[in-house]
Structures are given as structure tokens and as C-alpha cells.
């Protein structure tokens, strides 16, 4: 059975920092390019960051510099750090994994930003 399970969302203060972690089981993690994605309400879901299988990084404009993806293929875990968050931070953040032929998603997780 295919899991993605986050956790580490939470209340935090503009300028402050906090740590996504996902762990994955039920597919072969190290051939996916596993990503984080958010949506904050009323708005679309937006991609985040992504790191191929590969090691290839990338981020959404908005958050280059503050955010850094990683992901440990040993443990099967997806990381987001995130540090200098401020309100349009705030959103539910999805992990995702995606392959050749499949796509999983986790259940997310609540960041909100404010004082």
C-alpha cells in the first residue's frame, strides 16, 4: 500500500522557521521525483519545490532562498525546510511523488503564518 504521510505543519510567527517532513512507503522511492506542493484557500495548488531522482533541484521563484528540498533515499523521506516565512506562506502543503507511470499524493499538512 502506497503512503505519503507529512507532518511538522504547524502555527509559526512571520520570520520564522519550520521543518515538512514526508515519509513514503509502497513504491520505489529513489526512481520518483518527489515534490512539495501547497494551496492556500481559494487559490490553485501551486508546486513548491521538486528534487528528481536524480538529485536535480528546483524551487517556485517566490521561495528560492528560503526554502530547501531534500530527500534521503535510505529513509525514503522528502524534506522542506523552511526559514523567513511570512502570510503567503500560509497554506495546507502537499508531499508528492511522481514516476513513469504513477503519481501519489499525501493527505497534507497546515502551515499558517501569523502573528
Known amino acids: 500500500q502506497v503512503q505519503l504521510v507529512e507532518s511538522g505543519g504547524g502555527l509559526v510567527q512571520p520570520g520564522g522557521s519550520l521543518r515538512l517532513s514526508c515519509v513514503a512507503s509502497?513504491?520505489?522511492?529513489?526512481?520518483?521525483?518527489m515534490a512539495w506542493y501547497r494551496q492556500a484557500p481559494g487559490k490553485q495548488r501551486e508546486l513548491v519545490a521538486w528534487?528528481?531522482?536524480?538529485?536535480?533541484?528546483d524551487y517556485k521563484t517566490s521561495v528560492k532562498g528560503r526554502f530547501t528540498i531534500s530527500r534521503d533515499n535510505a529513509k525514503e523521506t522528502t524534506s522542506l525546510q523552511m526559514v523567513s516565512v511570512n502570510a503567503d506562506d500560509t497554506a495546507v502543503y502537499y508531499c508528492?511523488?511522481?514516476?513513469?507511470?504513477?503519481?501519489?499524493w499525501g493527505q497534507g499538512t497546515q502551515v499558517t503564518v501569523s502573528s
Open positions: 508528492n511523488a511522481r514516476g513513469a507511470e504513477a503519481e501519489y
Open positions: 509502497g513504491f520505489a522511492f529513489s526512481l520518483y521525483t
Open positions: 528534487v528528481t531522482s536524480g538529485g536535480t533541484i
